[in-house]
């Protein structure tokens, strides 16, 4: 009977690890072409119509820049834990507690007349305390009890939901629909177009600042990943914890202050989202940035730069699927590609062979 063996690749082209996104994706489009032929739809219209919606005008750069944006923060957060061997599939829960904390203070914690660059400040650092507090739980519970984080990240996101419906629902809701007053003006993070005064081709551009947020805590973390101590030794225990341990590092403080880095970050693309699109809480904000962080930050190899443009890749994907008909094709790419994705990295890392006994 033959057998079956998988063997780790010794050695790897260089060039492959960076081109093998691109591959992993091309491959993952003539599936999802594939599907869409079945389905009696014409692919090559049905892709160049999602390119044309997403980044064929300024607008639809606009709105592609909107969806990457949250993409961006929860993509840079998963990537810090796993970048250590941490795997936080916790991004979205810890996404709706930066919201639910940052909505917190807009409404409840600072009056409306705060000055605006004081009460976005405010409600940024609350977004990121609220979703680093939420990631510190499985971050306490790994370092001290070694309890597996995939669980309890991942339950916790159902935790965290289900907090928000309870006030959104309950002592915050506006009239017992599922949602709360509206932000006071002084909690909406600026538009582009709120500067078409001084810049005409602003006009029209409802993207806001919170995508600056984001490229600049992007270029932080390449610089701190790449410069910094505490980024090597992220890296080394990530690569080989007990050699980590006999070098000295505290692999316990470490692997709290990572996650807490993570979820912080995935807490602030919560904070985006209610200061910069929706300008309240409400339920259903997310429609799963957090899960499509984790498909984002696998594909961008956890680099923070590489997560800027895989992440518009995919706030693309989700503008570009909107017009399309039938609804769901976003989802359905989404979903091929993080199968191709995964089971291409697993061939590339690892040669199938196929004995005779």
Sequence with gaps: MPRIRIERRIEQPAWLTWASPIILIGAALLVGALLL????????LVYRRMAET???SRYGWSDT?????????AGLGVSAAFRMGLWNIGAEGQLFLGAFFASGVALHWLPPDTPQPLMLAAMGVAGFVGGALWAALPGLLKAWLNVNEIITTLMLNYVAIFWNNYFIYGPWSQRGFGLTPQFPKSAWLPRLTDYAAAVPAFRGLTAHLGIVLALVLALILWVVWRQSK?????SIIGDNPRAARYAGMHIRRNILLVMLLSGGLAGLAGFSEVAGVVHRLQERFSPGYGFTAIIIAW?????PLAIVLVAYLFGGLLVGAAEIQPAGIAQMLQGVILFVVVGGDMLLRYTIRIEQE
């Design 54 to 56: 997403a980044f064929g």
């Design 299 to 303: 594909l961008a190899r956890l680099h």
């Design 65 to 73: 820049t909107i969806k990457a944006t949250p993409l961006i923060l």
């Design 230 to 234: 505490w980024g090597f030794e992220v």
């Design 37 to 44: 032929q079945m389905a009696g739809a014409n692919p090559w």
